[in-house]
């Protein structure tokens, strides 16, 4: 923990950074404070006493899906595994500038860019939602509800269609239903008939459409664990 802190003291001197940090002993302390306030990165130890880090990344994805999560371990053995919370790194001990700097350089740059979003034209207001915090569309007797990461819901009138060419460009929606377009990013199971979110949503698959969205959930899961196994879960160069 004194060797994160010194280096996180030495990553705000060289790159002049904008950055405070907060140590915990263990996760039940972690998980108290995010009642009092909000985090942009977690540096978490696989091996915590008590809760060990997934366990608690776990149960921190259930409160916040935004938090980026950087996990620290002596062992690869957990990397397939957190890719199911969405880790952003999986970096193998011990921590050096040569590791750890890159990866708060690319975090540094992702918090200060604008977020891509999908421009939204409504009768009376003009307004933007990053793509990455939509979990999927619904349309419903003309109306689109747009349902958000954070639990939170947006209402328009309109068609699925005003939309869906959009939406479908980008990695990872999917149409799963003729009344549903999904985001792949926010998708905690997929059952006969159904998506379940990471907010505990559920989304309809239709029979028909089942065959093609197991195929690109399996193919997203794939992906995301070889980023973290490969890419984002080896050593940086």
Do not use: C
């Not at 907060?22 to 909000?38: G, H």
């Not at 540096?43 to 880090?53: A, E, I, K, S, Y």
């Not at 957190?82 to 590791?99: D, G, P």
């Not at 698959?205 to 664990?225: D, G, I, M, N």
Request: aromatic share 10%; no cysteine; charged share 25%.
């Amino acid at each position: 923990m004194l060797q994160i802190a010194s280096l996180l003291e030495s990553y705000r001197h060289d790159r002049k950074a904008e950055l405070s940090y907060v140590s915990f002993q263990n996760a039940t302390e972690l998980l108290a404070s995010m009642d009092r306030r909000d985090y942009d990165l977690l540096l978490l130890d696989m091996l915590m006493p008590g809760v060990n880090g997934l366990q608690a990344a776990r149960e921190i994805r259930e409160r916040n899906s935004r938090i980026e999560i950087v996990f620290l371990t002596s062992s690869p053995e957990y990397a397939v595994e957190s890719y199911s919370v969405r880790a952003h790194y999986y970096l193998l001990k011990s921590a050096t500038e040569e590791k750890l700097f890159p990866i708060l350089d690319r975090l540094m740059a992702d918090f200060k860019r604008p977020e891509d979003a999908l421009r939204i034209k409504t009768q009376n207001s003009v307004f933007s939602l990053p793509y990455g915090k939509i979990e999927y569309i619904e349309v419903s007797s003309k109306k689109l509800y747009f349902y958000l990461a954070d639990g939170g819901k947006r209402e328009i009138s309109g068609s699925l269609a005003d939309y869906e060419q959009a939406l479908l460009k980008r990695p990872g929606f999917i149409k799963v239903h003729r009344s549903y377009l999904m985001n792949l990013q926010w998708v905690q199971e997929l059952r006969q008939g159904e998506l379940v979110t990471v907010t505990g949503r559920r989304v309809p698959v239709s029979r028909k459409a089942y065959p093609q969205v197991r195929t690109a959930y399996t193919q997203f899961l794939f992906e995301e664990a070889e980023e973290l196994s490969q890419g984002k879960g080896g050593h940086p160069e």
